[in-house]
Nanobody
Framework: QVQLVESGGGLVQPGGSLRLSCVASGSISSIVALGWYRQAPGKARELVAYITKGGATSYGGSVKGRFIISRDDAKNTVDLQMNTLKPEDTAVYYC??????????????WGQGTQVTVSS
């Protein structure tokens, strides 16, 4: 089992920045990729970004160029730097961890989520 705990959510004005962090614990040696998903009210959960153990990254189309994902394997953390935030970025953000097969990220473990609200 892998446990994931997010932090860093909150309220920010449009155009502002916020940094989310997630700490992983447990059977982390089995984890190949780490990522973030988000879910806005009334919408399906969508991929924000993921990063593999080798450092390869992928971003959802709506955040590409604004968000940056990074990982620190020494600290077992994955961070999401969110810049130029828009009201449509408002959602609960979930940290996740899992495998990476044939070019596809497959989350197996999920955190509890942290709320990000972008509003003036």
């Amino acid at each position: 089992q892998v446990q994931l705990v997010e932090s860093g959510g909150g309220l920010v004005q449009p155009g502002g920045s916020l940094r989310l962090s997630c700490v992983a614990s447990g059977s982390i040696s089995s984890i190949v990729a780490l990522g973030w998903y988000r879910q806005a009210p009334g919408k399906a959960r969508e991929l924000v970004a993921y990063i593999t153990k080798g450092g390869a990254t992928s971003y959802g189309g709506s955040v590409k160029g604004r968000f940056i994902i990074s990982r620190d394997d020494a600290k077992n953390t994955v961070d999401l730097q969110m810049n130029t935030l828009k009201p449509e970025d408002t959602a609960v953000y979930y940290c996740n961890a899992g495998g990476y097969y044939s070019g596809a990220y497959s989350p197996a473990y999920w955190g509890q989520g942290t709320q990000v609200t972008v509003s003036s």
